[in-house]
DNA sequence: CGATGCGTTGATAACTTTCAAATTTAGTGG
DNA sequence: CCACTAAATTTGAAAGTTATCAACGCATCG
């Protein structure tokens, strides 16, 4: 069952003190990208590159650092004890990661495509927050929103297959649209991970949709969304 | 699909500065039960009564006030647009509820049988956090646990009924448990909607342990494990 | 005692996974 | 740039798991 090809290190320093311009591939505005904290983070960060596939940090580590994608895009997973992977969610560019309440990483956090990330020490983060009130209230608001939305993912997978993928595209649809075509930087498996289904239910299930003009697929990697008040009902 | 019974109000005040010394009907050491949280919702909590399956409160309404079980349980939950009921947490004597990051309630809760809990204004604890810094790290500590417990949600339903059911046994284990023997709260109805299965499906399961001699069902709400080794193989 | 709620058990259907193979896509060396 | 190999995705058939529908047993309560 396993289905990974961890890289692991393979990462080093680009540059510090990163231009403000985004060379961000996605067009969406992220949380984060036009705020106190978005700013900080691109004035404090140290852009880091890390090839597709490589290890940003381990479960267990200490969670030291505050990430932001810049271009590319990140996922977190954890492997389950039986070999499966549950992946934790996906982080697009604008996106912070790494933010964790506990003192070590729940997830480990890997570069889906070669990835360019800011780097800012939490310590810096939370004593800036504390001189700075709106910078401690993004950094709540982020932390609550990462909450709902783990929340969220409990409803979800409590739902059926077809339900789950819906959401899914909706998910990203919201984060990596462009006039209803949504770009996919994340395998079939990783999708599998995320939703707790095999890869083989997701691609059926998108296969199905497709066939009900719900979506369209013209590149795996690629999925159009021709009618989202059904995907919406499917999402409920 | 839905099963509930709803019982809207019905809860008074019963008392205010409750007696230092707990008539909770469990024996573990909870969360919170001896530590300055703790005590001070003890010395500031109103102690509120709540007949079995009445509102604490519902899902949406501000989340004002922050609740320690005193005696009772407490179940919270979502109900999903399809009519199905997804439970988000079981709370025993001892454990603090309501403590959300956000302003409003996530999920609205209720008393799974007749119930005596303490309420704190939010607000009071937080101020009380600014001057008190052991308050504030406990409030973060509930609040991270608490997010762990998400985690660990979501890595369990993705995993099989037999699976899910072993785990739950195992938290229950953990909290409600004198000498292996675990005593439910809740119904069957409750355990499968938390964990995300039907109640044919959990009364199969344990039906199925109990035929390997994994536990025994003395009665429904009573459950005692005779061998955890292979409960903690299935937990994974 | 009959009604009611809760839990268990059985039979069947629906859904998802598993195993296998075909097909498409991407990457690499010539 | 093309051919070739490896990887990713899709598709098919069968098996396994869980849900659904239905019935039964067992308490509690009026």
Known sequence: MLTQTANRGGAGVIGRFAPAKQSGSGAATRVGEQNALGQTMQLMGALMSYPRNS????EHEPA???????SGAVRTYKILNDGRRQIGGFYLPGDIFGL??????LFSA????????????????????????????????????????????????VKSAQERVASFL??????????????????????????GLTIETV????????????????????????????LNRLNG
Chains 1, 2 share one sequence.
């Not at 290890?55 to 381990?58: L, P």
């Not at 030291?64 to 810049?70: E, F, M, P, S």
């Not at 930087?185 to 995320?194: G, H, T, V």
């Not at 059926?204 to 059904?230: C, F, M, Q, Y």
């Open 100 to 105: 964790q309440l506990a003192e070590e990483h």
């Open 170 to 195: 909706l998910e990203m649809a919201e984060r990596a649209c462009a006039n209803n075509a949504v770009e996919l930087p994340m395998s079939r498996q990783d999708i599998a991970d995320y939703l």
């Open 55 to 58: 290890e940003i940090f381990g």
């Open 64 to 70: 030291d650092y505050v990430y932001k994608v810049v």
């Open 110 to 157: 890997e570069a889906i495509s070669d990835t360019k990330v800011l780097v800012v020490k939490r310590s810096a983060l939370t004593s800036l927050a504390g001189r700075d009130a709106t910078i401690g209230r993004e950094l709540f608001s982020l932390t609550s929103r990462e909450l709902r939305r783990m929340q969220d993912r409990i409803l979800l997978l």
């Open 203 to 230: 691609s059926r299930t998108l296969t199905g949709l497709e066939a009900t003009a719900t979506i369209e697929v013209p590149s795996s990697r690629r999925i159009v969304l021709r009618n989202r008040s059904a």
